[in-house]
């Protein structure tokens, strides 16, 4: 069935190091995957996004890559601060034509903690 | 703030008991999508309005889950008759039709006792 896989599950760093989260999808029909970074007690934040016809994109200290071929995709966070901590979902999007819907897979999440 | 809200943000009930939960998405956003989230996964699917119109449910939404949005704005989840797997944070999204962005409220978090 579909699914996306998340690596790793845990991750810690030293202030001002980078962070890498690596994940997979299964769906090939997959067009749209975003990230979203989650703090204790709310709600999943939209962070950074990358369609199919793209293989990069950055935003500040935030980049993801997209390997279609691989069905890969990571995020990568440069100079990370203590308040990156969080966790972290990828997820791997495709429209249904019918009812507009997108239908989203998330991955487990990786929780990121930075150490000061 | 013009984000998605949810009330209430926690809710302990007895198993047994109904509960009903609200989303109010972001002003103009014609899609809403209701998640269910349990420890230490990512959101699950669970339905899915274009406007007023309920177009898909996950299997995951059984028959004791009830969702409606009347006027095509805010939306209500219901779950009757709760049990103990229950327990989970749910999750509202918005999106406005022809973007692929969903927008989180903050959530509800329910503890079936």
């Known amino acids: 069935g579909e699914n996306v896989e998340q690596h790793p599950s845990t991750l810690s760093v030293q202030e001002g190091d980078s962070a890498v989260i690596k994940c997979t999808y299964s769906?090939?029909?997959?067009?749209?995957f975003p990230w979203y970074k989650q703090e204790l007690g709310k709600g999943p934040q939209l962070i950074i996004d990358i369609r199919s016809n793209v293989g990069e994109k950055k935003d500040q200290r935030i980049a993801v890559t997209l390997n279609k071929t691989a069905k890969h995709f990571s995020l990568h966070i440069t100079e990370t601060q203590p308040e990156d901590s969080a966790v972290y979902f990828c997820a791997a999007s495709k429209s249904l034509v019918k009812t507009s819907y997108d239908k989203v897979i998330f991955g487990p999440g990786t929780s990121l903690s930075v150490i000061p | 703030d013009t984000g998605v809200s949810q009330d209430p943000r926690h809710k302990i009930t007895k198993r047994g008991q109904n509960v009903t939960f609200r989303c109010d998405p972001i002003s103009e956003h014609n899609r809403l999508y209701w998640y269910r989230q349990t420890l230490g996964q990512g959101p699950e699917f669970l339905t899915y309005f274009q406007n007023e119109a309920q177009l898909e449910k996950s299997r995951l939404l059984s028959d004791r889950f009830s969702a409606e949005r009347p006027k095509g704005s805010f939306s209500t989840l219901e779950i009757q008759r709760t049990e103990q797997g229950d327990s989970a944070m749910y999750l509202c999204a918005s999106s406005l039709g022809g973007s692929r962005e969903q927008y989180f409220g903050p959530g509800t978090r329910l503890t079936v006792t």
């Open positions: 769906d090939s029909a997959s067009n749209y």
